[in-house]
């Protein structure tokens, strides 16, 4: 079965400040991953994808991940944090044998100070 | 395109009585699904299908029951609605690339 860890449920920065969330998985195939924002009251929009080559993927709004297979990684990053980044941030990893399903971590909720 | 549309955004429920959340999707996906999400606890698979006239369970199917007759519609069902079904629900569709796109989601409170 596979799992997904999120470390730090919540996680606060000051604006411009480096954003890093992290994302441990754990898969008997090589996966696919994922990273999913989600806004108050609202559903979850994909930020980005690994499914194969480069290891570096960028997505929307200034995000990036680096998939490490060598430490089953895949955290998510952007240089300068935005008021506008504030939301909750959800790893997930995509199980090839059930319908494509997502297992999904715990969530980090990301918090921007002035 | 309106993308995935569900309906009601809101629902309070008694103990015991029954209900359908809708699910709606105009990609023309053959894959859907629906989630559910608990405070701290991300989203757990409820139930799944890939295509009209093929569903699956997923992690968390005790207490709902699905349909999918057909490629638009997937729709949930609670028959006998308990306390521990008080969440949030999310329904999902999926392109042929793996990207799985939301609906808006279902605030249920069962009291």
């Known amino acids: 079965a596979q799992s997904v860890t999120q470390l730090g449920s919540h996680v606060s920065v000051s604006e411009g400040a480096l954003v890093l969330l992290r994302c441990n998985y754990s898969?008997?195939?090589?996966?696919?991953l994922f990273w999913y924002v989600q806004y108050p009251n609202q559903g979850l929009q994909l930020l980005l994808k690994?499914?194969?080559?480069?290891?570096l993927v960028k997505g929307i709004n200034g995000f990036e991940a680096e998939f490490k297979k060598s430490e089953t990684s895949f955290h998510l990053t952007k240089p300068s944090a935005h008021m506008s980044d504030a939301a909750e941030y959800f790893c997930a990893v995509s199980d090839l044998n059930a319908g494509n399903m997502l297992t999904f971590g715990g969530g980090t909720r990301l918090m921007v100070k002035p | 395109n309106a993308g995935v549309t569900q309906t009601p955004k809101f629902r309070i429920l008694k103990i015991g009585q029954s209900m359908t959340l809708q699910c709606t999707q105009d990609m023309n996906h053959n894959y859907m699904y629906w989630y559910r999400q608990d405070p701290g606890m991300g989203l757990k698979l409820i139930y799944y299908?890939?295509?009209?006239?093929?569903?699956d369970k997923g992690e968390v199917p005790n207490g709902y029951n699905v349909s999918r007759s057909t490629t638009e519609d997937f729709p949930l069902r609670l028959e006998l609605a308990a306390p521990s079904q008080t969440s949030v629900y999310f329904c999902?569709?999926?392109?042929?690339?793996?990207?799985?796109?939301f609906g808006p989601g279902t605030r249920l409170t069962v009291l």
């Open positions: 999902a569709s999926r392109t042929g690339g793996n990207e799985q796109f």
């Open positions: 690994y499914t194969t080559g480069a290891t």
């Open positions: 898969s008997s195939v090589p996966p696919y």
């Open positions: 299908s890939v295509g009209a006239g093929i569903t």
